[in-house]
């Protein structure tokens, strides 16, 4: 979301730190119990990340810029700069929201990223915005902020560590587990669909 928003720059640096009380995974990967993340940009662009760190918690982003300011969430997005006159509210005006569909976001992203797919498929689109570019650069930032809790450093991209450091600190002992017991956050998604973890015998 955030090469998104500025254009696609690159992500030059990241710094972080992590919590791993308990041993949470998710979709068969071990993951952080709590995160801030600082990442910057070829522009000069700063973003953070805060997860878990506070009891409020949304889906969405506070944008600061130099002339105003954006909050979104999957539904709403507010706008205040000089001449909003306060925070301007926006509603979403994409087809699926006209005909009142709920959780506007999920559905009328995920129709927007099937018509965008489709029309790279058949050549009417040169560019694909879920190519596996994108989404290896999305992995290299997050990587980046484990190492950078690893090493105590502020990490420079290209990453060079080719392994998963927050694997690597657990395996280590650097993040040791005080509360155990496997749990995946996705659980009772997959005993809804009747589905189980990779690591269970059929």
Same mark, same amino acid.
């Given at each position: 979301? =955030?090469? %998104?928003?500025?254009?696609?720059?690159?992500?030059?640096?990241?710094?972080?730190?992590?919590?791993?009380?308990?041993? #949470?995974?998710?979709?068969?990967?071990?993951?952080?119990?709590?995160?801030?993340?600082? =990442?910057? =940009?070829?522009?000069?662009?700063?973003?953070?990340?805060? @997860?878990?760190?506070?009891?409020?918690?949304?889906? *969405?982003?506070?944008? %600061? *810029? @130099?002339?105003?300011? &954006?909050?979104?969430?999957?539904?709403?997005?507010? !706008?205040?700069?000089?001449?909003?006159?306060?925070?301007? #509210? #926006?509603?979403?005006?994409?087809? =699926?929201?006209?005909?009142?569909? /709920?959780?506007?976001?999920?559905?009328?992203? +995920?129709?927007?990223?099937?018509? /965008?797919?489709?029309?790279?498929?058949?050549?009417?689109?040169?560019?694909?915005?879920?190519?596996?570019?994108?989404?290896?650069?999305?992995?290299?930032?997050?990587?980046?902020?484990?190492?950078?809790?690893? !090493? #105590?450093?502020?990490?420079?991209?290209?990453?060079?560590?080719?392994?998963?450091? !927050?694997?690597?600190? &657990?395996?280590? +002992? $650097?993040?040791?587990?005080? %509360?155990? +017991?496997? $749990?995946? &956050?996705?659980?009772?998604?997959?005993? +809804?669909?009747? !589905?189980?973890?990779?690591? /269970?015998?059929?």
């Amino acid at each position: 979301m =955030f090469r %998104y928003l500025l254009g696609d720059v690159e992500c030059t640096w990241a710094m972080r730190n992590v919590e791993r009380d308990t041993d #949470h995974w998710e979709r068969s990967t071990q993951i952080e119990d709590k995160a801030l993340a600082v =990442f910057g =940009f070829e522009n000069d662009s700063q973003a953070m990340i805060v @997860s878990d760190l506070t009891p409020v918690r949304w889906q *969405g982003a506070r944008i %600061y *810029g @130099s002339e105003g300011m &954006i909050e979104m969430t999957t539904d709403d997005l507010y !706008l205040m700069n000089a001449s909003s006159n306060g925070w301007a #509210h #926006h509603k979403p005006d994409g087809e =699926f929201f006209k005909y009142g569909a /709920e959780r506007f976001e999920w559905v009328e992203g +995920g129709a927007g990223q099937a018509r /965008e797919l489709a029309d790279w498929v058949t050549g009417r689109s040169d560019y694909h915005r879920g190519n596996g570019e994108n989404g290896y650069k999305a992995l290299e930032m997050i990587h980046a902020v484990y190492e950078s809790a690893r !090493l #105590h450093v502020q990490v420079e991209l290209p990453m060079k560590t080719m392994a998963n450091p !927050l694997d690597i600190m &657990i395996e280590d +002992g $650097h993040l040791p587990v005080r %509360y155990p +017991g496997r $749990h995946d &956050i996705r659980a009772n998604r997959l005993r +809804g669909e009747n !589905l189980t973890a990779d690591t /269970e015998n059929s």
